[in-house]
């Protein structure tokens, strides 16, 4: 099969004589009767090239090009027009249709054409694959776990399409590594990709983190500034922890999603924005709707593709491969010439539940090599969660009992790191997780330095 094409012409005779043709060339062809029906397959079927009639019911050959352009941005679309709108056309390639033919066609033309723009298409695709596999940037996915092969698989297809993603997973478990990987595969790869962590950005900032404002909007705004979406123009944007963004931000959000448009606060001009949303979550958004906390038309809109990365604690086989890359990646950051890891420590690692998933392995391998004086990582050198307090020695005749006041200390310190890593570092979450106030758990980080 040389390629796969999809016809779009409203005139059944036009429609049978292309795909007669097309198909005797090796293609594989789709024919469909309108500018919706070309919406409603384009992603399931994914073809190289677009013939896309100009007058058809429903939606015009115009209509229906904006709106392959807002799926699948880079979409190769042959526009077919009546004779004597030949100006037409001309807009449309303007607009980013690859080329055009008039009607009545010479068959041979349409076949040679067709032909120049499935290679132009393959062409482009080979070039940005090598893009990829020559770009030092691109963070690689590590582990042979059934789930993450499922995730890497779901990765690279939907990748290729403008489809909003939302992905679910724990905290450290590499929601923005995943999302990276979503746009390093996309036809967007050479656009910015930006990322936004909702949950760490003020209420009171909210509105023009994300849409950006005018010259004196407010006090503090003495020059005009662009949002994130503005900055993720042509690219990506990642919104993590969509989960705990504003009711009030969840309105306005809703409403670019729908319309692809924003308002920067202080201004009236509305300004378009063609970018892809990758959102993250590591809570539930459907107990969330039924708590009131989101909005079910924004989960709808969000959860057009749902990509669920498995916890640390599912994939134990891979612990392994990932302490090897961490080993090697902190080496060459920290200026270290660590070389191994005892079995030993190893098995350690692997029985430890690790509630703060990857990057809680990550940080315990980066500070166990700060520790390892000859090169090889020990038992001893793992943090104390990890390599157990049974290993602690108490001594229980030292001044009135004062080593059992700082195993206490120690463990309490230790607990309190654990659930500020769990919980990204979010002390309010953390507090509610340790059954304390917050000024209490603040309190306690001051106490062990941790503030």
Request: aromatic share 6%; net charge neutral; proline share 4%.
């Amino acid at each position: 099969m040389k390629g796969k094409i999809l016809i779009a012409d409203d005139e059944t005779r036009i429609r049978r004589v292309i795909a007669l043709l097309l198909r005797e060339e090796g293609y594989e062809v789709k024919a469909v009767e309108n500018g919706q029906e070309v919406l409603d397959v384009l992603l399931s079927f994914q073809p190289d090239v677009i013939l896309l009639d100009q007058q058809m019911p429903v939606m015009t050959g115009m209509e229906t090009l904006e709106a392959i352009q807002k799926l699948v941005p880079n979409q190769v679309v042959i526009f077919v027009t009546a004779f004597g709108s030949v100006a037409l056309a001309v807009d449309a390639v303007k607009k980013g249709a690859y080329d055009f033919i008039e009607k009545p066609f010479d068959n041979d033309n349409l076949v040679l054409k067709v032909n120049r723009a499935v290679e132009h298409c393959q062409l482009k695709g080979e070039i940005i694959t090598l893009k990829k596999q020559l770009n030092p940037s691109t963070i690689p996915i590590i582990g042979d776990n059934s789930g993450l092969k499922q995730v890497v698989a779901q990765v690279k297809r939907v990748a290729e399409t403008n489809a909003t993603v939302l992905i679910n997973g724990e905290s450290g478990t590499g929601k923005e590594l995943i999302a990276r990987a979503v746009h390093t595969y996309s036809k967007r790869a050479e656009g910015p990709f930006i990322a936004a962590n909702c949950g760490a950005i003020p209420l009171s900032l909210m509105e023009t983190e994300l849409f950006g404002h005018e010259k004196g909007a407010f006090t503090d705004a003495k020059e005009a500034k662009a949002g994130t979406f503005e900055q993720a123009n042509g690219g990506t944007l990642f919104l993590d922890e969509i989960g705990e963004l504003p009711m009030d931000a969840q309105v306005k959000l809703l409403r670019v999603l729908e319309e692809r448009k924003i308002t920067r606060v202080g201004g009236k001009k509305v300004i378009p924005v063609d970018v892809r949303i990758v959102a993250a979550t590591n809570r539930k958004l459907e107990e969330e709707v039924e708590k009131g906390n989101f909005r079910l038309d924004l989960l709808y809109r969000l959860n057009v593709f749902t990509v669920s990365i498995p916890p640390l604690r599912y994939r134990k086989k891979d612990i392994p491969a990932l302490v090897d890359f961490f080993i090697a990646k902190h080496n060459k950051a920290l200026n270290l010439s660590v070389q191994s890891i005892t079995q030993a420590a190893m098995d350690r690692i692997q029985a430890y539940e690790w509630p703060g998933n990857v990057r809680d392995l990550e940080n315990a391998i980066q500070s166990a090599m700060i520790l390892t004086p000859d090169g090889v990582i020990q038992s001893e050198h793992l943090p104390l969660r990890v390599k157990g307090y049974e290993q602690i020695e108490i001594n229980p005749v030292e001044k009135d009992g004062e080593s059992i006041r700082e195993i206490n200390a120690q463990v309490e310190k230790e607990i309190i790191l654990e659930a500020l890593k769990k919980h990204n570092y979010n002390r309010t979450l953390t507090a509610e997780a340790l059954h304390i106030s917050r000024k209490t758990l603040f309190n306690k980080m001051k106490r062990y330095g941790l503030a």
